[in-house]
């Protein structure tokens, strides 16, 4: 399979996992991005590998997720270590890494959508943020015992969590997270903020 080939199969892949959430919660925004996604042209070169690319493969590796086995196949393809907002909060880059795959940026230009992958490393703890944007996580790999508003609870392989304009969310991993993200709604990054944590003083 060719790589263009390879990574039409992984983008149309992601593209049903926000179709499912769009027919499950009734989220146009979320049809929208998969029909974006789907059908924007994309030709991706292969990349050096990411610091995190050995980590990445194993969590992949090991996952039940349908999408899993391409986004190992194409794992050399994807743009890791392209945050939009890490000049803005450098001390997440310690946290975790992201591939932008769609936004104003690139390499998929859409000013109304922002979405990709999301790599935590073990044994870390992404502090309590918010922003504008409408946000939903598809959990790809890995554990994760996640924040979103009031509700803290552990989330498996396959699961979607929603993050309402402004709804706080933090996530904290032991084994290590990868995860698929979009947002919509006001997609700014200047809104995106750290909030106060308490599970920051217990530590
Ligand atoms: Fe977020």
């Known amino acids: 399979?060719?790589?263009?080939?390879?990574l039409q199969s992984t983008l149309?892949?992601?593209?049903?996992?926000?179709?499912?959430?769009?027919?499950?919660?009734?989220?146009?925004?979320?049809?929208?991005?998969?029909?974006?996604?789907?059908?924007?042209?994309?030709?991706?070169?292969?990349?050096?590998?990411?610091?995190?690319?050995?980590?990445?493969?194993a969590l992949l590796l090991a996952s039940k997720h349908p999408a899993a086995h391409l986004l190992l196949a194409a794992q050399h393809l994807?743009?890791?270590?392209?945050?939009?907002?890490?000049?803005?909060?450098?001390?997440?880059?310690?946290?975790?890494?992201?591939?932008?795959?769609?936004?104003?940026?690139?390499?998929?230009?859409w000013d109304v959508f922002r979405c990709g992958l999301y790599y935590q490393r073990p044994g870390t703890y992404y502090p309590l943020h918010d922003h504008d944007a409408d946000e939903t996580y598809v959990i790809l790999a890995g554990d994760t015992l996640w924040t979103a508003g009031d509700d803290t609870r552990p989330r498996s392989v396959g699961e979607m969590i929603h993050h309402p304009s402004h709804m706080p969310h933090a996530?904290?991993?032991?084994?290590?997270?990868?995860?698929?993200?979009?947002?919509?709604?006001d997609i700014n990054l200047t809104s995106y903020r750290f909030l106060p944590d308490a599970t920051l003083s217990l530590a």
């Open 1 to 6: 399979m060719s790589d263009d080939t390879l």
């Open 78 to 109: 994807l743009p890791w270590d392209t945050n939009p907002v890490s000049d803005a909060v450098p001390e997440a880059l310690r946290v975790f890494t992201v591939t932008t795959l769609m936004g104003p940026e690139g390499p998929m230009h």
């Open 12 to 57: 149309s892949a992601l593209a049903e996992i926000f179709r499912a959430e769009a027919v499950t919660f009734q989220r146009p925004e979320a049809e929208a991005t998969a029909d974006a996604l789907a059908t924007t042209p994309l030709s991706l070169t292969p990349q050096p590998p990411c610091a995190d690319d050995a980590a990445i493969r």
């Open 171 to 185: 996530f904290g991993t032991d084994g290590g997270l990868l995860a698929l993200w979009r947002w919509s709604g």
